[in-house]
């Protein structure tokens, strides 16, 4: 079929107004507490200010960054809602969920005491698990809350384990007061508490294998979704830089954090290629690069960890909530279908791209300018951004020769803002007890090293794609909980 389409519209849009009065107000206090957060930030960098409730709430530089960015994402999200729920049933629990969501996750990263900060991660869970569940009239909706209601449970029973063994332990009832006692543990107690964090961190933010509960939430309304995956997913690496001078101690809980970030980064990355949705793959894209974040954390740069979970929640919130126009724009045509393979032109390119970014990125931070884990940190990085500025060029119509030249000309800035991203960062968390911990290279990082590099070869090469046996496994890998899927349109009308 040849010549322009017309759209065909069904009905009239919803105005704004036909929203409840609940709705405004709380979006109004959303955008509030964003402008009382910048305030904050504001003199937190020109002030040098910081205020505490000594052993109950400290308000760091963590905590004004993420405040910031929690409830500029959370104005959004409100304010998108406003014509989203407007005039179904749940609008104002709706409402009432993302807002009291906002609150707990804005106490969490303030909380200081032990008990107040694990009550602010169980009430995150519950209350994203209800955001998931909104749409109480499809059993499979309930069916999807209930399955992130028992993955959180365990996350938080977890953390509880890690904070009772760390207080037994130094005795102390403050996250601060175990970061200033973390040198003297050590033995079976570091181990318990140490594990039981790293769990907790990749169940809450969907590693694999626990990242059934985050593929089997697409029943969750839109803009809970983009809450979910720009958020949410984000507090195993706010929970292992709050507590990184107890991960930091034992040299086996680093590796097992760098084994963990690769296994779910490279999973993610091919879960992606199988799914023909696109809330599937944006859910399996956040499994991806929840385990990069993770393995920045294990390589010992938590500054990175942040900087990576600021960047991924504004890419990801604008992803989802724009996944309508998604669908239209990636349609497949002839020409996206000639866009695979790479020729010796390509491979010249990318490899010379590759290496002017890792330099790049080094000579603005300093690090990958000597032989520890900062090397990795470098290439990581490196792969990542150029992987993300092929796929980019890729969606374009650009000639062949054309987008050649287009990679370096994507990757190399966007390198740079994430290594004056991270140098920005880094300043603002000077005051944590751990910002940078580097650890000296062992084969296991070799080998995850030379894993990522094979994968980014297998992806851009297509050659993974010649198995069979492979995309079964990754078919079966990436399938949500059976109860939680919508099996007959028609289900949907009936909503």
Not at 285 to 293: A, H, K, L, R, Y
Request: aromatic letters at 8%; proline letters at 3%.
């Amino acid at each position: 079929m040849s010549g322009p389409t017309s759209k065909t519209t069904v009905g009239a849009l919803r105005k704004t107004t036909d929203s409840s009065f609940v709705s405004a107000v709380l979006t109004w206090l959303a955008w509030s507490l964003f402008a009382a957060s910048v305030a904050v930030l504001v003199a937190r960098l020109r002030l040098g200010a910081s205020w505490e409730v000594p052993g109950a709430v400290a308000v760091d530089g963590l905590t004004v960054l993420l405040w910031t960015v929690v409830t500029f994402f959370s104005g959004i999200v409100h304010s998108y809602s406003r014509r989203y729920m407007a005039g179904s049933a749940h609008e104002t629990d709706f409402f009432l969920g993302i807002f009291s969501f906002t609150l707990a996750v804005m106490a969490l990263v303030a909380a200081d005491h032990l008990t107040l900060f694990w009550l602010c991660w169980l009430a995150m869970g519950l209350l994203m698990a209800r955001l998931i569940g909104t749409v109480d009239g499809w059993p499979q909706a309930r069916a999807a809350a209930s399955v992130a209601r028992r993955h959180f449970l365990a996350s938080s029973a977890l953390l509880g384990v890690a904070l009772l063994t760390l207080w037994r332990a130094t005795e102390a009832t403050t996250i601060s007061g175990i970061a200033a006692s973390a040198d003297g543990l050590g033995g079976p107690t570091l181990l318990v508490a140490g594990g039981a964090l790293v769990l907790a961190a990749m169940i809450q933010s969907a590693l694999v294998p626990f990242h059934g509960w985050l593929l089997s939430s697409m029943t969750a309304p839109t803009p809970a979704s983009a809450l979910m995956h720009a958020g949410f997913v984000n507090a195993g690496g706010i929970l292992l830089t709050r507590f990184a001078p107890v991960v930091t101690a034992e040299t086996g809980l680093m590796l097992a954090l760098v084994v963990a970030g690769a296994a779910s980064a490279l999973g993610g990355k091919l879960l992606k290629t199988v799914r023909s949705d696109v809330k599937g793959e944006l859910g399996c894209s956040t499994v991806g690069q929840m385990g990069f974040m993770i393995v920045q954390t294990g390589l010992g740069f938590f500054a990175a960890a942040v900087t990576h979970l600021v960047l991924h929640g504004f890419y990801k919130a604008y992803h989802f909530l724009s996944a309508g126009d998604e669908v239209e724009r990636t349609a497949p045509t002839e020409t996206e279908s000639e866009l695979g393979g790479t020729g010796v032109a390509g491979a010249a390119v990318v490899l010379l791209t590759g290496l002017a970014g890792g330099a790049t990125f080094a000579v603005l931070t300093g690090k990958g300018t000597s032989l520890d884990s900062g090397l990795l940190l470098a290439g990581f990085v490196t792969l990542t951004t150029l992987h993300a500025a092929r796929s980019a060029v890729r969606q374009t119509g650009l000639s062949t020769a054309a987008r050649y030249g287009a990679v370096p000309l994507v990757a190399l800035p966007a390198i740079a803002v994430y290594a004056l991203a991270y140098e920005a960062v880094s300043g603002l968390l000077a005051g944590l007890p751990v910002v940078s911990a580097p650890t000296e290279l062992t084969a296991l990082h070799a080998l995850v090293g030379v894993a990522f590099l094979a994968a980014y070869v297998a992806i851009e090469t297509g050659v993974y794609e010649r198995s069979e046996r492979l995309y079964v496994a990754l078919l079966n890998a990436g399938q949500p909980a059976p109860e939680t899927v919508l099996t007959a349109t028609e289900e949907y009308d009936e909503r």
